[in-house]
């Protein structure tokens, strides 16, 4: 969340502006500045060591590959840019969007939609600056208290797109859209859900690649741009094997490359599980993703007291979409409402801009490769790539009919799962030992690579809910 006012600012001096590149970063500027004496240079990920990470000198070169100004801001490349920008094809489509949904025209004020930027827990930045530099009312940041009835109307579904979308209903749609002096116009609304859960999966992006708060103005070094890929074909150049894990995990790729060629071989023979039998996988990958869950001591309750004032409900958060004791809500099957044929044809509808951009960021994502994995080249990542997205949904409870859960429990160990449904369930717990253990011999590009894969995916799901609870209201 984005805080604050001339009360609530004084309270939020451990938060760095994310329009500059900063995200949050728990302490105070001297903190910071004492760590980084402590520390010497750094780079802008805690996960990532600084010596790995592929930077280049001048931030020029990212800008002219991508040929996005917005991207520059006082004449250097931000954090989120710099580690994003390790895959400069994703990168150029994720800032159209993002662009689009804070600076250009729209259904909603521009004031508005940075207020709704700051309703968004985890991310922090400039959106308090920006809200009051498009006109927005100073007293609205002093809580979402003081905000207007229909901004604040969006507190419910925010907190269920957030964490639980499952829940989401047409009646919380029909609440918000009823005739009244605070009612949201459909298209609104659209805009709001995309903003939202944009918000929120960037912020699990954030936590997931440990991106650092930017540097202060006066005294630190730049962030410099990473070097991007010739081609897509090459993975980021300079981009050293991550060797921890020794024979052990060099072990590790080499038995998953092994179970990549059998499974790609079962299908060439057509050994396809009936599907009945995929049914039953994906019910069993849903249970045991009960047992895959972040240790006790990063599960504790942890939201910053400085941006309360902007929760209605700090106690939320997520929880599994199969409880043991509970009444599981209904799976969601893809089939029945699918990105394609239903969600992109109603945000198309009614938010033509953001539409096309949304639908080609997913697409860059899903398909995004480089065809390597660790030290191997000329490699089909496809079935890896889709294993990940897959298991992010299913935790998310949405299940493909035409899917062979039983390929996720074959591709995916243990500690990639944590690291996964850490990020995407509780991203603001992600520890750089979560992010060390799993795929202990691969680039660090490459696991990024994993984080894009889970922002798209994360935000797709909750996407798909929101907008299946309006088509159901429309109907």
Aim: charged residues 25%.
């Amino acid at each position: 969340m984005i805080v604050a006012d001339s009360e609530c600012r004084a309270e939020i001096k451990g938060y760095l502006p994310f329009a500059r590149g900063g995200v949050a970063g728990p302490g105070t500027r001297e903190e910071h500045q004492e760590g980084r004496a402590r520390r010497g240079p750094r780079g802008p990920s805690a996960f990532i060591p600084v010596e790995e990470q592929i930077l280049q000198e001048g931030a020029e070169s990212l800008e002219q590959h991508l040929g996005l100004e917005t991207l520059m801001s006082s004449g250097r490349v931000d954090n989120l840019a710099v580690v994003m920008g390790l895959h400069p094809d994703y990168l150029s489509s994720f800032w159209r969007l993002h662009y689009l949904l804070l600076h250009t025209d729209g259904p909603l004020a521009t004031s508005w939609r940075h207020y709704i930027a700051i309703m968004c827990s985890y991310l922090v930045g400039s959106h308090m600056t920006e809200f009051l530099q498009t006109g927005g009312d100073p007293e609205w940041l002093l809580g979402l208290h003081r905000a207007p009835e229909k901004l604040r109307k969006l507190s419910e579904i925010n907190k269920l797109l957030a964490h639980r979308p499952w829940l989401i209903t047409k009646e919380h749609i029909q609440a918000l859209l009823k005739t009244g002096e605070h009612s949201w116009s459909l298209a609104e609304l659209i805009q709001a859900l995309v903003l939202l859960t944009h918000c929120h999966s960037l912020a699990s992006f954030v936590f997931g690649c440990g991106i650092l708060p930017e540097g202060d103005a006066e005294g630190s070094p730049a962030s410099q741009a990473p070097s991007p890929p010739s081609e897509q074909g090459s993975p980021p150049s300079g981009d050293p094997l991550n060797n921890s894990g020794g024979f052990e995990a060099a072990r590790d790729v080499e038995a998953l490359m092994e179970r990549m060629r059998q499974l790609q071989e079962s299908l060439l023979h057509d050994e396809g599980a009936s599907q009945e039998e995929m049914e039953n996988r994906f019910e069993l990958e849903k249970s045991e993703s009960l047992l895959v869950t972040p240790s006790v001591d990063i599960l504790e309750p942890s939201q910053h007291p400085d941006i309360l004032c902007f929760v209605e409900d700090p106690t939320f958060g997520y929880e599994d979409f199969t409880r043991r004791g509970t009444q599981a809500p209904p799976t969601f099957r893809a089939q029945d409402y699918t990105w394609e044929d239903h969600g992109y044809s109603l945000i198309q509808r009614l938010y033509p801009e953001g539409g096309q951009l949304l639908d080609e960021k997913f697409q860059v994502a899903y398909s995004l490769t480089y065809n390597t994995i660790a030290m191997h080249s000329g490699v089909d990542t496809s079935m890896l790539r889709r294993a990940i997205w897959n298991y992010i949904h299913c935790v998310f409870g949405i299940r493909y009919d035409d899917y062979d859960y039983g390929e996720v429990n074959q591709l995916l160990e243990r500690n990639l799962k944590i690291y996964i449904k850490t990020v995407a369930c509780y991203p603001e717990k992600t520890t750089r030992r979560t992010y060390n253990l799993f795929w202990r011999h691969f680039r660090h590009s490459e696991k990024v690579h994993v984080n894009l894969l889970l922002l798209e995916a994360r935000m797709q799901a909750a996407l798909l809910y929101a907008l299946r609870a309006i088509t159901r209201y429309m109907t």
